[in-house]
């Protein structure tokens, strides 16, 4: 479906320990995604999904294994190096919306290119672009408690892609929101993927993953099966490829 792999883990576990005993949340994960998939995650409550996630976004290192971003190797680098990583290939969506409630639309996408060093200037004019992106352009100076939820939402996917990211996560981005917005939501993820945007979204709901071109499932800290959704199958008859 993809091109280059972007994402590849091999044998990759993460082991917590409780007390006396060793916890599991992965056991020796294998998969690669490539550069421009739209790939859903699904499991139930514990089964390694989200785990799986933070891996892929280095918010977590693995136990063992090794993990290639875009060819890097990625599990050894030192926390100032991941950081830097994060900030300019990784854009990250979350169930809950994490937006700084004192600051304006504008001022919340602007925030990853603060922490980039961007000039004031040109980070306004990133942040408007990535408001129009998301169709919140107009809402731009509006505190989080002036807008709906699906807004908040859309202005946290602006603040994700705002440094162009060659990666977005998305770990459950419609799980507070109402079945109308949340369809808003998916179709502008599915946008962002025609795009060229690699997407990766974790989700217990098979209508959100069937937006996605292919489904990984996961139960005890495993991998299931990898298989393509009808999306994807359709896209692979058209010729397309992400």
Same mark, same amino acid.
């Given at each position: @479906?993809?091109?280059?792999?972007?994402?590849?883990? $091999?044998? &990759?576990?993460?082991?917590?320990?409780?007390?006396?005993?060793? &916890?599991?949340?992965? !056991?020796?994960?294998?998969?690669?995604?490539?550069?421009?998939?739209?790939?859903?995650?699904?499991?139930?409550?514990?089964?390694?999904? *989200?785990?799986?996630?933070?891996?892929?976004?280095?918010?977590?290192?693995?136990?063992?294994?090794?993990?290639? +971003?875009?060819?890097?190797?990625?599990?050894?680098?030192?926390?100032?190096?991941?950081?830097?990583?994060?900030?300019?290939?990784?854009? #990250?969506? #979350?169930?809950?919306?994490?937006?700084?409630? =004192?600051?304006? %639309?504008?001022?919340? &996408?602007? +925030?990853?290119?603060?922490?980039?060093?961007? !000039?004031?200037?040109?980070?306004?004019?990133?942040?408007? $672009? %990535?408001?129009? =992106?998301?169709?919140?352009?107009?809402?731009?100076?509006?505190?989080?408690?002036?807008?709906?939820?699906?807004?908040?939402?859309?202005?946290?996917?602006?603040?994700?892609?705002?440094?162009?990211?060659? +990666?977005?996560?998305?770990?459950?981005?419609?799980?507070?929101?109402?079945?109308?917005?949340?369809?808003?939501?998916?179709?502008? +993820?599915?946008?962002?993927?025609?795009?060229? @945007?690699?997407?990766?979204?974790?989700?217990?709901?098979?209508?959100?993953?069937?937006?996605?071109? =292919?489904?990984?499932? #996961?139960?005890?800290?495993?991998?299931? *099966?990898?298989?393509?959704?009808?999306?994807?199958?359709?896209?692979?008859?058209?010729?397309?490829? *992400?």
């Amino acid at each position: @479906m993809g091109g280059s792999s972007l994402v590849k883990l $091999e044998w &990759v576990s993460k082991v917590y320990r409780m007390g006396e005993v060793d &916890v599991f949340a992965l !056991r020796s994960v294998s998969l690669s995604i490539g550069s421009g998939e739209h790939v859903a995650i699904m499991g139930s409550s514990g089964s390694g999904k *989200s785990t799986t996630l933070n891996v892929i976004g280095t918010l977590d290192r693995p136990s063992s294994g090794r993990y290639f +971003l875009a060819g890097e190797v990625v599990e050894g680098l030192p926390e100032e190096e991941l950081a830097r990583l994060r900030n300019s290939k990784i854009g #990250f969506v #979350f169930q809950a919306f994490h937006l700084l409630a =004192r600051e304006t %639309a504008l001022s919340n &996408v602007e +925030l990853p290119l603060v922490y980039a060093g961007v !000039r004031p200037a040109e980070r306004r004019r990133r942040a408007l $672009e %990535a408001l129009e =992106r998301v169709g919140l352009a107009e809402r731009a100076r509006h505190l989080p408690n002036q807008l709906s939820g699906g807004q908040q939402q859309r202005v946290s996917l602006a603040r994700a892609i705002v440094q162009n990211p060659a +990666l977005l996560l998305a770990d459950e981005p419609t799980g507070a929101l109402d079945s109308v917005t949340s369809l808003q939501v998916l179709e502008l +993820l599915s946008e962002l993927h025609r795009q060229g @945007m690699t997407i990766v979204i974790v989700t217990h709901d098979a209508a959100v993953a069937g937006h996605a071109e =292919r489904v990984l499932r #996961f139960a005890d800290g495993q991998l299931l *099966s990898d298989q393509v959704t009808q999306r994807g199958e359709r896209r692979a008859v058209a010729g397309g490829v *992400s």
